[in-house]
Each structure stands twice: as structure tokens, then as C-alpha cells.
């Protein structure tokens, strides 16, 4: 046996290790949160989002379709009857299009938070609370030491955190289970939204793994249209 | 509330049967001629166009505005309520202790014409016995209309009487009833009297007698208060004035025990309870508390009271909102401590005085979890600590800052919905069904200002012909975007009567980089606005 093999044989045992260390955490019975992106739930180690973890939702700019994608998450946490909380600071989320997308108007509750403090508090007590299923926040920028508490009171609560952040978030450390880059692509011919996720974050899992989803405005389901080559990772993908 | 309004002939409308109708009007509309119950469409032709306003009527804003006024009127009973029907127009005001303070009852309703006047709103008032006679002979007596004059009392033991000569209406029966008895020639409420009573209940149903009595005082008929600070309030005052926070805390908790205690005794929860400090230097001013007990120089101290609040400095007051009503001492004193931290004395304390301002019948514990058992098939827990929740951040941030979100069938996406507060105040009676029609795709995010385009240099903008066609590159957000796909338009028009039109038409485009944007042109100016993001 040469050396080179002995060590592949030797990095595939550890990872093999860390992978099981990673993704048997004891969590026995639990409720598994579905995406409702099948292509996404095949690819995450329990089927799905678990409660009492945050989820990061990267996206460069506006209307890339990441929020959606939350949002229909959270329809899915909302059916075990406790409420969403969207945390809005900026005051533009629109409440009529996320029923449209299958939420319950009366398991929505919107907070508007003037300032950073104000929305900070109001996410930490929301992931607090074991009567809320979600909580749908928009921090632009987050410390880590905020981020910690957030993903311990997640835990407390047993509540699934949905965090919509900018792109330039991914260089900085994340508390996040799940992070999540999306990328709009140019619409299918027959005028169905394509995007491209990039699952950059996931406990069990190594490496980048990138697929296209179309997205069905009516129905709005998703479903996968190609599962790239993966797992390469995109050339600015540096793993937090 | 719209002072730009004001001196503008304005009509309220309602939709009857699939007809828009004048609902409600203003002098100055009735001056041009409108009636009420005619065709939105026939007034059109009665001014010249936009010098009439047209708004769709809402009950919720009349009763959020009554509940206003009825604010503005504790200084003439204790006792304020509104109007308890789901489209409530009348301040009802228990006068029967207070109207000697004044002079006599016609004195007392003649301040209260006046101290509306003085806010430029014409008012009916009736003096009557019972709250619902004196709603009647508001709504139909023939004084109000003929002599046109602003008030009528009707001396004591003469509402029955009075009752007579109004139309059946008055009484308020059920829709059914009032149909059946106008079917069979009843039309005034004498007729009703010469009917054999005892026969009433089966022929009618039991609701007719039970309005006729109320409204003549054989039954007793509850004013549902808005206002009950005179009965849930505690104060504390200090023998010598204090500074140490340990005293002032123990204070509070006394009265807001002593509060706990009484609406308990009550049956009643607060949904909402103010707090007040009196605080040195500066005179101890109980201006509300010296309404209830000022005795004879009452009128001049609620007078003075009206023009010079209490200086600020002296008294440090918060209010704090529940989510259901609650007796918790402990509770309620831990969002009030919430709220105290944030609050800064001036200066050493003198008094301490809680009251709640609104209350709700108190459900029991017992009876909340049996409830909640039912309902949810997986006993699911957190119900108690959302509640908690709510009541938490509605406290910190603000009462309209927690909402809940109520749909409305309205086109114009700024107006298709409404938060709701979730704490304070009594649940509102929804007059409308919540809206459950089919949605239109709409962005999730909306701005609250749509954002004026600015057309790239090179390209010229649409002319008003080419309806369908949008520009091809856009700067927004900084950026500039060449737009790749485009579908609508989607047109969107508000009626006439709105005062400020709505004309637009929406595209939902998307660019180069595959992100979605709603766009849309005004149809009088041609310009390009962006309105929202599909995120």
C-alpha cells in the first residue's frame, strides 16, 4: 500500500467519523420542519429543518426569491398551530403575498421594530417563547455573540429561526444549522422562476452542494430541475 | 381626524344589495343636495368633479372614533359607554348623578353640544330615562329634524310617551321582526303598545318585548362603560413624599393588589391599566380624580382641567396593554416595572395611582385550558407564554408595533390589508367577513413609498400609446438592471370617489440576473415607479 492511498483511506475514515459525530445528535422523536423544497429535504440529513435551529438564507440584493423560499418553511413549522413572528424593520414585508403562499393570516404575527436593538430584543424573545413555530427576521448585520444567543434561545424555545441576510454574510462565522445562498436565474421559457441554491452550511455534511430548483407561482411548489456535478464548491465559497 | 377635509362636502357610502349608496354625509354634501340611501352613482352629477369626496364607510373607524370622544366626555358622568351594536353611532352617557353638578339635565346636554361644537361637530343630544329611549328619540324624533334644534330632554317618566310617535325602527328589533310588524301595518311604536303584551313573545319572538322594555325602563338595560376609571382605580399617598425606589416599588405593589383585588371582586380582567406617579415639585393635580369627587366647584376644575394639562414634569404616567383580561397582581406588575424602568421621576413620589382604563369579562384559567385542550388535538403547549409574548413586545415597542393581519377586498395593494393590535382594548366586532377570496401574486416585500424611476438616459420613455411596453433598463437600488422578461400588465384602478385617484399598471419584471421586480406607470403621468420585490 503506498502512502498516498493510506492516507486517502485515512481522511475517509475521519470524515466518515466526523459526518456520524455530526449528524446522529440525539434528537429522538422529534418533529422535522419540511422546506417544502423537496430537492432541498432530500439533501438535508433528518428530511428537513429542524426546531429549535436558525436557518440562514443568503441572498445578494432584492428579489431573488430567498424570502419565499423562507416562507414557505414557515408555513410548514406554522401547521404544529404555533404562529409565525416576522420581525420587520424596515416595514415592507406584505403580508397578503405570504398568504398567498399558503400562510394562515391568523398564525402571523408582525412586529415592527424601529431599531437594531429593538429587533434584536424582539428576535431573542420570539426564539424564546414555546408558543411560537417561526421566527422570519432580516439582519443585515449580526455579531456573533447575538447570533449565539439567538441559536440558545432557538434551542429553548424549540423554535425554528428563518434568517434572511445579504450575501457578503457567508465570510462572517454563523451559529446558523443551515445556511443557504440563493441565486435567481433568468425564468424558464414557460415563465416559472429558476433558482440556484447553494447549500454552504449543513451539520453532517461536507463540501458545497449546489442544484437548481423552478418554482411554481401558482402552485407555489418547487421542484428540483438539475442536481449539478456537486460537491465543488463555487469558486467564492469559503466555508465559515 | 381629516382636517384637510374639513368645510368639504364628503360622503360616506355603503354597498346595499350590490349598490353603492350614500351612507352617511356631510352638511355641505346635503347642502348640494344628497340624500341618504341614494345612488353613489346619481350624486356623481351634483358637483362639479373632485369638489365631492367619497369614502367607503367602515364601522371599525366609528367606533375607534367614539371610543375617542367617549374619552373626551368622562367629565360628564362617570360613566361613558358606546353604543354596544356592531355599527355603533352613539355616545351613551349615564347622566343621573351628575346632572345636578350642572344645573339641571337640559344645562348638562347643552355643555355637551357645546363642548362638541367647540370641536366643530354637530351632535343630537336626548335626555331620556332609559339609554335606549334616549338612543331612540335621538335617532327619530321629530324635534331633530323639523325645529332642528341640538338637544331634547325628555322629562322623567315621560319616555314611554315620547315613545309613541317614533317608527318601530326606533326600537331596534331584529331585521325579521321589524319586517313581520311592518307586514302586518305596524309602523310606529304606539301601534305596538295597543297589541296584548303577553301575546308579543309568541308572535314576534322574544327580542320585541325584551327592546320595548328596555327602552321604557321595565327592564334595566347596562351601558357597557369604556371609561371605568372611576371604578377599578387604587392610588397610594405618601405621608411624607419619597425617594427611596424600594418605598415606591412597595406602593405599587399595594395598589396594583388592591386593583387585582377589586377586579377580581368584579368579575372583571383589565386589558388595559394605566399607571401614574405624582411626583414633588409641582402640585399634586388628581385632575381625573378630582372630576369624581370634586363636588360642587366640579365644573370649573374639569374646565380648567381641559385647558392646562398637568405639568408634565410632575406626573409620570404609562399605560400597558394585556393581551386577555387579566387580575394577575404579579403580572401586571411585572410589565409595569418593565415599563418603570424605562421611565425617569422627576422627583421625590407623592402618590401612586393605577386604574384600568378597559376591562373584558374575566375568563378563568379553568376554563381557558378546557378550551384550549379541545382545541388542540396535541395538547400543545406555549399557548400561556405566547400570550405572554405578545403582551411583552407590545409593551416595549408600542401597541402598533404587534400585530395581527386582517385581509381586506380592497384592488389597490397599499389598502388590501390591516394590522390589528393584538392587545388593549376590547376584541372588535368585525362588521365584514374576513376577505377569502382568491388572492392576486403579489411581492412579499412592498415598499410604503413606491421609488420614481429615473429611465436610463439613452432610451426614451414610453409614450402614453405604447401601454404594454416598460422600459428596458432601470436603475434601482443603486444598480442599473436590464430588464429581460415582462408580464402584465396588470391594471389597477380605484374609484373616483377616493379623492386621490389610483391608475397604474403593474409589471412583473424580471432582469438580466433573474431578480423579480413589481413595477408599475401611472396612467395620468406616464412615470415609472418601483413598488416591490418578489423576494
Not at chain 2, 155 to 174: F, M, N, V
Not at chain 2, 452 to 474: G, V, Y
Request: overall charge positive; proline content about 7%; charged content about 25%.
Amino acid at each position: 500500500m503506498n502512502p498516498s492511498s493510506a492516507k486517502t483511506i485515512q481522511i475517509t475514515q475521519l470524515q466518515a467519523q466526523i459526518a456520524q459525530m455530526e449528524s446522529l445528535h440525539p434528537r429522538g422523536g422529534v418533529k422535522v420542519v419540511s422546506s417544502n423544497c423537496p430537492p432541498l429535504d432530500a439533501l438535508l440529513p433528518h428530511g428537513g429543518f429542524l426546531p429549535g435551529t436558525l436557518v440562514e438564507w443568503l441572498a445578494e440584493g432584492a428579489g431573488t426569491g430567498a424570502v419565499t423560499l423562507a416562507v414557505l418553511a414557515a408555513r410548514q413549522a406554522t401547521h404544529s398551530r404555533r404562529p409565525l413572528v416576522v420581525v420587520d424593520r424596515r416595514g415592507q414585508f406584505y403580508p397578503p403575498a405570504a398568504v398567498r403562499i399558503g400562510l394562515d393570516p391568523k398564525r402571523l404575527i408582525l412586529v415592527r421594530a424601529d431599531t437594531q436593538a429593538d429587533q434584536f430584543w424582539a428576535v431573542d424573545q420570539s426564539l424564546r417563547c414555546r408558543g411560537v413555530g417561526a421566527v422570519l427576521a432580516w439582519p443585515r448585520r449580526l455579531d456573533v455573540r447575538t447570533f449565539r444567543r439567538w441559536q440558545l434561545a432557538a434551542e429553548e424555545g424549540d423554535v425554528l429561526g428563518l434568517l434572511i441576510r445579504p450575501a457578503v454574510a457567508r465570510k462572517e462565522p454563523s451559529w446558523a444549522e443551515v445556511r443557504l445562498l440563493v441565486e435567481p436565474l433568468p425564468s424558464s421559457p414557460k415563465g416559472r422562476r429558476r433558482l440556484r441554491l447553494h447549500l454552504l452550511r449543513c451539520r453532517g455534511l461536507t463540501g458545497v452542494q449546489t442544484f437548481d430548483v423552478e418554482m411554481d407561482d401558482e402552485t407555489h411548489s418547487v421542484h428540483s430541475t438539475s442536481q449539478l456535478a456537486s460537491p465543488t464548491a463555487p469558486g467564492r465559497a469559503a466555508r465559515a | 381626524m381629516r382636517p384637510e377635509l374639513d368645510g368639504r362636502p364628503l360622503i360616506l357610502s355603503r354597498q346595499v344589495r350590490g349598490v353603492e349608496r350614500v351612507f352617511a354625509c356631510s352638511h355641505e354634501a346635503a347642502a348640494l343636495g344628497v340624500i341618504r340611501r341614494q345612488p353613489i352613482a346619481e350624486v356623481k352629477g351634483l358637483a362639479a368633479d373632485g369638489r365631492l369626496t367619497v369614502l367607503p364607510h367602515d364601522p371599525d373607524t366609528d367606533r375607534a372614533a367614539l371610543l375617542q370622544w367617549a374619552e373626551h366626555c368622562d367629565r360628564f358622568s362617570p360613566l361613558v359607554g358606546v353604543d354596544d351594536t356592531p355599527e355603533p353611532d352613539s355616545l351613551l352617557l349615564d347622566i343621573t348623578a351628575t346632572a345636578r353638578l350642572f344645573g339641571g339635565e337640559t344645562a348638562l346636554a347643552g355643555e355637551v353640544v357645546a363642548a362638541f361644537a367647540r370641536r366643530r361637530l354637530r351632535v343630537r343630544a336626548a335626555v331620556a330615562d332609559t339609554s335606549a329611549g334616549a338612543w331612540a328619540v335621538a335617532h327619530f324624533h321629530g324635534a331633530f329634524f323639523i325645529q332642528r334644534s341640538p338637544l331634547l330632554q325628555i322629562p322623567p317618566g315621560e319616555t314611554p310617551d315620547a315613545l309613541r310617535l317614533l317608527p318601530i325602527e326606533s326600537l331596534r328589533p331584529p331585521g325579521r321582526t321589524l319586517t313581520l310588524l311592518h307586514e302586518l301595518g305596524v309602523d310606529l311604536v304606539g301601534q305596538l303598545a295597543l297589541l296584548p303584551r303577553d301575546e308579543l313573545p309568541s308572535r314576534f319572538g322574544p327580542e320585541l318585548l325584551r327592546c320595548w322594555d328596555r327602552a321604557t325602563g321595565v327592564q334595566p338595560e347596562p351601558i357597557c362603560a369604556v371609561w371605568l376609571r372611576s371604578e377599578f382605580t387604587a392610588s397610594w399617598e405618601a405621608e411624607v413624599p419619597t425617594r427611596r425606589r424600594e418605598t415606591v416599588h412597595a406602593a405599587l405593589e399595594q395598589v396594583v393588589e388592591q386593583l387585582g383585588h377589586d377586579l377580581r371582586a368584579a368579575g372583571r380582567g383589565a386589558t388595559r391599566v394605566e399607571c401614574r406617579f405624582y411626583c414633588l415639585p409641582g402640585e399634586w393635580h388628581g385632575d381625573r380624580a378630582a372630576v369624581r369627587q370634586g363636588g360642587n366647584d366640579f365644573s370649573n376644575k374639569s374646565q380648567a382641567g381641559d385647558m392646562a394639562p398637568p405639568s408634565s414634569r410632575a406626573l409620570v404616567r404609562f399605560v400597558i396593554g394585556l393581551f386577555r383580561p387579566t387580575v394577575d397582581a404579579k403580572h401586571l406588575l411585572g410589565l409595569l416595572h418593565l415599563k418603570l424602568e424605562k421611565e425617569q421621576l422627576s422627583g421625590p413620589v407623592a402618590g401612586v395611582e393605577v386604574a384600568a382604563l378597559e376591562t373584558g369579562p374575566l375568563v378563568h384559567r379553568q376554563l381557558s385550558l378546557f378550551t384550549r385542550d379541545t382545541a388542540d388535538d396535541n395538547g400543545q403547549p406555549g399557548r400561556h407564554e405566547l400570550e405572554q409574548l405578545i403582551e411583552r413586545l407590545s409593551n416595549r415597542l408600542g401597541r402598533q408595533a404587534v400585530l395581527t393581519v386582517c385581509l381586506l377586498p380592497d384592488a389597490q395593494p397599499e389598502r388590501a390589508w390591516r394590522g390589528e393590535s393584538l392587545v388593549g382594548g376590547p376584541r372588535r366586532k368585525r362588521a365584514g367577513k374576513p376577505f377569502a377570496g382568491e388572492l392576486p401574486f403579489r411581492p412579499l416585500t412592498l415598499f410604503s413609498r413606491p421609488l420614481a424611476l429615473r429611465a436610463a438616459p439613452s432610451l426614451h420613455l414610453p409614450s402614453p400609446e405604447d401601454e404594454a411596453i416598460s422600459p428596458a433598463r432601470i436603475h434601482f437600488d443603486g444598480e442599473e438592471h436590464c430588464l429581460t422578461e415582462s408580464w402584465g400588465p396588470e391594471r389597477i384602478e380605484t374609484g373616483w370617489w377616493r379623492g386621490r385617484q389610483i391608475a397604474r399598471d403593474y409589471h412583473r419584471v424580471e432582469t438580466a440576473a433573474g431578480r423579480c421586480l413589481w413595477l408599475f406607470r401611472r396612467l395620468d403621468t406616464g412615470r415609472w415607479f418601483a413598488h416591490g420585490t418578489f423576494d
